[in-house]
Nanobody
Framework: QVQLVESGGGLVQPGGSLRLSCAAS????????LGWYRQAPGNQRELVAT???????NYADFVKGRFTISRDNAKNTAYLQMNSLKPDDTAVYSC??????????????WGQGTQVTVSS
């Protein structure tokens, strides 16, 4: 069984930084595209950033220049470095991964999410 676990959220002042982690575990053959999404209260979930197995990244316009997505394939872990945080960045951040398991078909998996609150 494949599991994604996020960590690193918390309360930070405007202009501050946080680093989120997303660790995948289980019977994993390969992790393909990894992505970070967020959902603020009353809003739909939105894409923040993605990274392919080859390291190609894509960012939502509202985080370009402030957030950086990366991955460590040896650790089956993805990261989201968030700098210059704004109150509008407050949301639950969730990790999504397209994973090929040791047995069975590839599928999309979600973590449980981690709360990020930007407030003075």
């Amino acid at each position: 069984q494949v599991q994604l676990v996020e960590s690193g959220g918390g309360l930070v002042q405007p202009g501050g930084s946080l680093r989120l982690s997303c660790a995948a575990s289980g019977n994993i053959f390969r992790i393909n595209t990894l992505g970070w999404y967020r959902q603020a209260p009353g809003n739909q979930r939105e894409l923040v950033a993605t990274i392919t197995n080859d390291g190609i990244t894509n960012y939502a316009d509202f985080v370009k220049g402030r957030f950086t997505i990366s991955r460590d394939n040896a650790k089956n872990t993805a990261y989201l470095q968030m700098n210059s945080l704004k109150p509008d960045d407050t949301a639950v951040y969730s990790c999504n991964a397209r994973i090929t398991p040791m047995a069975g078909d590839p599928g999309a998996y979600w973590g449980q999410g981690t709360q990020v609150t930007v407030s003075s």
